[in-house]
C-alpha cells in the first residue's frame, strides 16, 4: 500500500498515477480515479502483477514502507478510539501488503488474519507473524469466514485502489454490530461531509475521522488522507 506521513513539499494529486519506486516489470502503478462524479477502477489484475513484482524486491519494500510514522500513528488512533482492542481479539487486514500494519498489534497480543490480492506480499505478511493469509479480490468473491473478526483494518487501499462504498459494503459482510473498522481513505475523494454521509448510509457509525497530511513512498505530497473509525451498527 502507499505510505503517509505528516512532511510534505511537493503537491501531486493522490488519485493521480503516480510512480512509486522502480519494480521488475512497472514503475507505474495504477490508482483509482474519479473523472465526472463516476469512478474509474484499476486493472485488478494489473495490480496483482506489480504488487507481485515490488515484493519480491523484498528489501526495497520494506526501506519504502518501514521508515514511516503512518502504522505507529493508525495503531495509536485504533487503540484510543476502539475499546475491543483492550482485550486480546483477531484482527483482519484487507489489503495488508507486507504486513506492516499488523505488526503492532501482533506485539499487543492480537490475532492477525490478511487478505490481499498478491500472493508475494501475503508470504511477507506470513514472516512477520501474521497467523493467517488469503489470496482473495474480497470485493467481488465471497470470503470463507472460519472465525469472528472484532476489528477490520485496512491502509492505503480505500480511495487508492477501491471506492469507500464498495470497501464498506465488503466489510459490513464480514462483521458484526459492535464490531470496528480502521482505515485510511484517500483525502481527495471526499468531503468530511461526504464521508460521514457514506459510511452512515453503510450502516456504520463514524466514531473519528482526522484528515492529515500523506506521503506516497519518495513522491512527497501536499495531499491529505483521512484516518476513519467507524463502528458497525
Not at 514502507?65 to 481479539?89: E, M, R, W
Not at 505478511?125 to 470463507?144: E, I
Not at 461531509?193 to 463514524?206: A, P, V, Y
Amino acid at each position: 500500500p502507499r505510505v503517509l506521513i505528516n512532511i510534505f513539499k511537493k503537491p501531486v494529486r493522490a488519485h493521480q498515477k503516480v510512480k512509486l519506486m522502480q519494480s521488475p516489470e512497472d514503475d507505474d502503478f495504477v490508482f483509482l480515479e474519479k473523472k465526472d462524479g463516476q469512478y474509474v477502477v484499476p486493472d485488478y489484475v494489473k495490480v496483482e502483477q506489480q504488487f507481485d513484482a515490488w515484493a519480491k524486491e523484498e528489501t526495497s519494500y520494506d526501506k519504502a514502507v518501514s521508515d514511516s510514522h503512518v502504522y505507529t500513528h493508525f495503531h495509536s488512533i485504533a487503540l484510543q478510539n476502539v475499546p475491543l482492542l483492550g482485550n486480546k481479539c483477531t484482527i483482519l487486514d484487507i489489503g495488508c501488503g507486507s504486513g506492516m500494519a499488523g505488526v503492532r498489534f501482533i506485539q499487543d497480543g492480537h490475532k492477525m488474519h490478511g487478505i490481499d490480492l498478491s500472493a508475494e506480499m501475503l508470504a511477507l505478511a506470513k514472516k512477520r507473524g501474521y497467523s493467517s493469509t488469503t489470496k482473495l479480490d474480497v470485493f467481488s468473491q465471497q470470503m470463507p469466514l472460519k472465525e469472528q473478526f472484532s476489528t477490520i483494518i485496512s491502509v492505503g487501499m480505500i480511495g487508492d485502489y477501491v471506492p469507500l462504498e464498495k470497501a464498506l459494503l465488503a466489510f459490513s459482510k464480514i462483521i458484526s454490530a459492535g464490531s470496528y473498522c480502521v482505515f485510511t481513505c484517500a483525502h481527495p475523494m471526499h468531503t468530511r461531509q461526504e464521508l460521514s454521509e457514506i459510511i452512515t448510509k453503510n450502516g456504520f457509525e463514524m466514531v473519528y475521522a482526522q484528515a492529515e497530511n500523506g506521503f506516497i513512498d519518495e513522491t512527497i505530497i501536499e495531499e491529505k488522507y483521512w484516518y476513519v473509525v467507524a463502528k458497525k451498527l
